[in-house]
């Protein structure tokens, strides 16, 4: 088991480039989550998606957007970066009926 | 508004102490509470989690809840240098088909040999 992956681990974007960040799970989890994390900010949510199909969200996803491929697959896109979203991305899942998210290795975008 | 606060540190300890790490909260309605260890340059990984009044221990980790003081903290015992890291306080809201963490900015905990 890989667990949650994330591809690619490091990307310098120019501002007005878009990238789709990938994320993979082989868990059989329902849920996932993107989040970004900045120095002395935390941990924030992006967005979620709590099922196949579904998507919301979360404290901070203007600039972005997310597909819930298949069970297995969440993707993060910006469609337009700006050096605000140079940050650490990271994936997480989490299985029904539990409450530990795994969290990918994460990704590191700097946008210049 | 649901807020999680944490001093940032960095907190340091000896060797062999206990290290205390505090972490506040602003919603009530929070039910669970989780405390996240993260390495640098790593991704976080859970140590523990607490949803009823009073002290959960696993090995040398005792998380502690007093929900009439919105107040979670973490007790490490027998710190060890490899205890240092960012440890992050995370409050659950679940509710309308969601589950949503809200993270601390997390406190850098560093055990001195």
């Known amino acids: 088991n890989a667990g949650v992956t994330q591809t690619p681990k490091f990307q310098v974007l120019k501002t007005g480039q878009s990238m789709t960040l990938q994320c993979a799970q082989d868990?059989?989890?329902?849920?996932m989550y993107w989040y970004r994390q900045d120095p002395g900010m935390g941990l924030r949510l992006i967005y979620y998606s709590a099922s196949e199909g579904t998507t919301d969200k979360g404290e901070v996803p203007n600039g972005y957007n997310v597909s819930r491929l298949n069970k297995r697959e969440f993707s993060l896109r910006l469609e337009s970066a700006a050096p605000s979203q140079t940050s650490v991305y990271f994936c997480a899942s989490r299985g029904s009926g539990t409450y530990e998210q795994y969290f990918g290795p994460g990704t590191r975008l700097t946008v210049t | 508004q649901k807020e999680v606060e944490q001093n940032s540190g960095p907190l340091s300890v000896p060797e062999g102490a206990i290290a205390s790490l505090n972490c506040t909260y602003s919603d009530r309605g929070s039910q669970s509470f989780f405390w996240y260890r993260q390495y640098s340059g790593k991704s976080p990984e859970l140590i523990m989690f607490?949803?009823?009044?009073g002290d959960k221990e696993d090995g040398r980790f005792t998380a502690q809840l007093n929900k009439a003081s919105q107040y979670v903290s973490l007790l490490i015992r027998d710190s060890q240098p490899s205890d240092s890291a960012t440890y992050l306080c995370?409050?659950?809201?679940?509710?309308?088909?969601?589950?949503?963490?809200?993270f601390g900015k997390g406190t850098k905990l560093s055990v001195i040999p």
């Open positions: 868990m059989n989890h329902n849920s």
């Open positions: 995370a409050s659950l809201y679940s509710g309308a088909g969601s589950y949503q963490l809200t």
């Open positions: 607490i949803y009823s009044n």
